[in-house]
């Protein structure tokens, strides 16, 4: 086997923020005697804790996570830019880095000059700038400009430039930090087709990206990092999985907090009824979007609960999941005139769905003491997007006893990226002389 | 330390191409262009020349011509100075550099210091103009010491340059502090006055201490006087030069010790 073009073995990374520097000056530090101690960190942060990871020559290796959890870090310190506070960091090969496209570009000389000042930056000498300038220019499709100062370019030509000098030093070992945003499509499909071949020539990429789509077909490992440390590496598939399924934890965990937090702020229903008094009025207030709770308090819903088909709370569906919303009411006194409603709402507050008991003519006979409403729907076909719901229980004419307005929230999820809000069931066929390369 | 300073002169190319970016870049976009870099040592000597020789009449028979003895000590705190400031800057402005790219942070000073000595050995052409204007030429023996002094300098320069501009990256002050520090020492150097003057050596043993002091008079010595410069300020010269190395292997192994930092703290 041969030895890992990376290797990283328990680094830990700890910024130094030097707090409070910016009155620290150097009369103050000379004074005090504390130029020395000025010099210590007064804060940490720990950006990487005990991570190792090897990276064996010619493979494509993704790291995705958070913001934040030391994906950027951990490239620096490959790239050598930074030291790890301990552990070793150890390259083999010839490295660019996809960090900063473009960094020390001067603004005032032209792009060719820039292009050569930025190739012997990179460890290339003249002649092999010389032989590859024709190629980078091209490449950034600057044909036109590139004698133009820098400072007169977009910000896209400016990165397309970077990005093209960076890919033509032909390194052994490429990191790209999150830069397949420089252009526009067809420069994205450029740059993806320039990684390809790289692979194709057997050398080494490390690529941070949160283009979870990416990783899954291009690369051939995915390291998953999470503040700090190193959460997942392996299949990129099953990495992938396994971060996106505690994404969606941490999501509900979110959902949850922010449910309990407008539940908690709306409190108990406001006797005197300032919502809905007639049953007309009920469709207007539909488009309201303030949320609250209110009503006479005659019936109460004591708990609200969205379920998957498993009958396990959550607050994350998947498009096309069944899902089952209990409320759990409790009437004080009993009561023969009631209505459960229920509605549901997009982000936008716009209304998806709203029915009732009333509308699907269940005439109510008799409630007293606790009971559960539950309302199943087969399939949530819904796009992908965060969706809020209304219950209530009131009386048939509208007045309410109890309505709980967008009080509660919950995400779907999708694989696909449709637009709208409603997804149908669907299926495309085709006949004739169309065809499709296999699905990725 | 010393496998980064051998490192150092692998990066020749670089630092020649970004000493090259730098003057390509300053003028840029003027209309006069590199001619500026003649106009302005010619306009500082104009207006220096007009002060020292007309208003406050300095009259010293040995100064004469006036103009070229003091260009001989401009010019040099000229390339002194202007590299010391820009150096102290160097880091903090060169920021994305030192943050995004494997990049020897070393080579930000330096390049201020030697795009200021091309600029300082442009301003010796206009030198040697006025010297053919005024008839007054150096003694051809003592210019082979001419690149010594220059060399000298060159290494006290780069030494302070790298002390300031690592110490800068912590405390920003030190620019603001500098600019006020080498008006000051400007005038303690006998740059515009002639350092024989009886009140000079009143205080000889404090211009002793300043470094600068022996490189302005050997300047002097060598380009304007006609005295041999062996049995001049040589054997000084020589102990500010040992100094000077010194400096430099000081300068270079606070900022190698402070390496680490840049990146974070710039």
Redesign the interface.
Known sequence: MKPPAIELSHVTKI??R?GG?HF????S?LLQRSLMR??QPRETFQALEDVSFAVTPGSTIGVIGRNGSGKSTAL?LV?????PTSGTVSVRGR?S?L??LG??F?P??SGR?NV??NG???GL??REIQKRFDEIVEFAELTEFIDA?VKTYSSGMYMRLGFSVAIHVDPEILLVDEVLAVGDEGFTHKCLDKFAEFKRRGKTILLVTHSLGLVERFCDEAIWLDSGRKRGEGDPKRVVGAYMTDVERQEEQFLASEDAKAQAESGQPVPSVEGPQAAGDAAADMTRATEGRWGSGGVMITDVALMNDQGQTTHVFHTGEPIRIRLRVHAERPVEDFVFGLGLYNAEAVCIYGTNTDIEEFEAASLSGDADVTLEIDALDLVEGTYKLDVAVHTRDGAPYDYHRLLYTFRVKSRLKDVGIYRPRHRWTFAGQVKFKSKI | MWRNLARLARYRGLIQSLVARELKARYRGSILGFFWSFVNPLLLLSIYTFVFAYILQNNDEKTKPYSVFMFCGLLPWTWFSASLLEASGSLISGGNLIKKVLFPAEVLPIVSVLSNMVHFFLGLLILVGFMIGTGHYPDPGDLIFFPLVVIIQLVFTVGLALILSSLTVHFRDIRDLLANLLTFWFFATPIIYFYRMPSVAHFQWLFNLNPFFHLSVSYQEILFFHDPFTGGHLKLLLIMGAASVFLFLAGYWLFDRLRDSFAEAV
Request: avoid cysteine.
């Open positions: 910024y130094r030097y520097r620290a000056t150097l009369k530090a000025d010099l620096k790239a050598g830019i930074t030291k490295i880095a960090i900063e960094a020390g001067h005032e000389i000059e050569f000042i012997i930056m990179l000498s003249k100062p």
